[in-house]
């Protein structure tokens, strides 16, 4: 009971830019109330290169 006890949950600790990454990465998944909630628009940029 201990054990089970002690491993029941697992916690992750995310920076802003992981929690960020996490949300882009997995946006798609979400159902259509959270989306609604975190709305977001993907745009398409164009990035200069340096040479």
Known sequence: MK???DVFF???LWDQGRL???ILKH???FDDELK???S???IW???VEEQ
Do not use: D, F
């Open 3 to 5: 054990e089970a006890r």
């Open 10 to 12: 697992n916690i992750r």
């Open 20 to 22: 960020i990454e996490e």
């Open 27 to 29: 946006y798609e998944q």
């Open 36 to 38: 609604a909630e975190l």
């Open 40 to 42: 977001l628009k993907r």
């Open 45 to 47: 940029t164009l990035v």
